[in-house]
């Protein structure tokens, strides 16, 4: 059978051309040693975005998207378009946004959705037409822990992967994942049906996969897209020692709540040159009311130990989170003048379908217009433009949300710029 599988545009992103889709590769890797003729399009990449290349659409059997949110109001323009030139094809969605709210792509004309891991799902689909045999919402079913290590490498032949551009410490690289899922449950996160299933590879297998990017491509660093490298401290350290003879550099994310010495450095032996991690917020109040199971000492000592290792560590925090109010913003604020990471990123909380705060809003002090925030999903006015919040707090205006994080950011920035100055 003959699948094309779609990748939409990402316009809300800086440069939406600095990874290759990963999950697409996986998919595409399986559905071709299962004899399928898989074609992939990133409609990110100039050279797919024309209709000149729609030739191999037309002629393929299935038609599958994978979409986050952001992407959903790019990929249902798209559908439209292929509807229309190509009324008898199977359109499939898949991915983070299709998981989460599968009703909402069944809505806009997707003829089938799989919520969960795609690949097995997938090839079941395409075999003997059974697509024209499955309900509108598929489930997956999550395979052993072990169905990771047999799935086959990301099929990165399937795209230009020079087309992508990412360095780190000068260094061209690329992206991997070593685990999927994340056992922890944060207000603000979607988590579709098993995502908390964890499912980790085996050291071997990922030192395998490395060694062939690197003899193929020719990338020395790596990009870790695991949710949380250090979820299992005992895997984690047998990880690196596996890695460190590889001597690559690599970036990744971690949680400060199972991040200590001895597994800062086991990360630094074995290459990792910068950590991101969620601190969130400065409250701790905030922390334990989005359950995210770390402290603000956690994330203060975390940060600490990257110091010492020079590991540089990136601080992800959100304003706008359940209970937030003048307070909590200012021990935000507090947190990273003193503690001064290397990098960070300040974002505006959006709920989104398959989160608590979406799911279960009537439990947090939150407030929001998910009709006004679907609409938003539908036309991508979200993602365009300045910074806007679409929630409020008892405490906050959503217009005084924005005010506060743009303070925080134009200080910090400040402070980095008199930083590189002095230093220079």
């Known amino acids: 059978m003959k699948v094309a599988l779609l990748v939409p545009p990402s316009p809300f992103l800086f ?133 990771i290590d047999i799935l086959p490498f990301p099929d990165r032949s399937a795209v230009d992967l020079k087309h992508y551009k990412y360095k780190i410490d000068g260094s061209a690289a690329t992206s991997i994942i070593t685990q999927r899922g994340c056992s922890y449950s944060c207000a603000f996160c979607c988590h579709w049906p098993g995502y908390q299933h964890m499912r980790f590879r085996r050291p071997d297998s990922v030192v395998q996969e490395i060694d062939e990017v690197k003899n193929i491509y020719g990338y020395e660093a790596f990009m870790v897209w695991d949710d949380e490298f250090n979820l299992n401290r005992e895997r984690t350290l047998k990880l690196c020692r596996a890695l460190k003879p590889l001597e690559i550099k690599f970036r990744c994310f971690i949680r400060s709540n199972l991040f200590d010495a001895e597994l800062g450095k086991a990360m630094q032996d074995a290459g990792c040159v910068e950590v991101g991690c969620g601190v969130e917020s400065g409250s701790q109040k905030v922390l334990t009311t989005i359950g995210k199971q770390t402290t603000v000492g956690n994330n203060t000592q975390a940060r600490s130990i990257c110091r010492m290792l020079g590991i540089r560590f990136k601080a992800f925090t959100i304003i706008g989170l359940p209970g937030e109010d003048e307070q909590s913003v200012q021990e935000t604020r507090e947190w990273i003048r003193k503690n001064e990471p290397d990098e960070f990123d300040v974002t505006i909380n959006t709920p989104y379908p398959g989160s608590r705060e979406w799911d279960h809003s009537e439990q947090f002090d939150l407030i929001f217009d998910k009709e006004a925030m679907r609409r938003s999903f539908y036309d991508g006015s979200y993602y365009k433009g300045p910074p806007k919040s679409p929630v409020a707090t008892k405490a906050l205006s959503a217009e005084r949300i924005v005010q506060l994080r743009n303070e925080i950011e134009d200080e910090f920035n400040r402070t980095r710029k008199s930083r590189e100055l002095w230093t220079k």
């Not at 595409?28 to 299962?34: F, V």
């Not at 409609?43 to 024309?50: A, C, E, L, M």
């Open 15 to 147: 440069d939406p051309m600095t990874f290759p889709p990963l999950g697409v590769l996986y998919l595409s890797a399986y559905l071709k040693i299962r004899g399928h003729d898989v074609t992939v399009y990133d409609y990110n990449d100039p050279k797919d975005r024309f209709l000149k290349n729609w030739k191999r659409v037309e002629d393929s059997d299935v038609i599958g998207f994978t979409l986050t949110t952001p992407q959903f109001s790019e990929a249902v323009m798209l559908l439209g378009r292929l509807k229309r030139a190509f009324p008898d094809k199977y359109f499939v969605a898949g991915g983070p946004h299709a998981s989460c709210d599968p009703q909402s792509c069944v809505d806009v004309g997707f003829d089938r959705v799989i919520v969960g891991p795609g690949e097995h799902e997938l090839a079941i689909l395409t075999a003997a037409n059974l697509i024209r045999t499955k309900p509108k919402i598929i489930s997956a079913e999550f395979p052993s822990p072990g169905f």
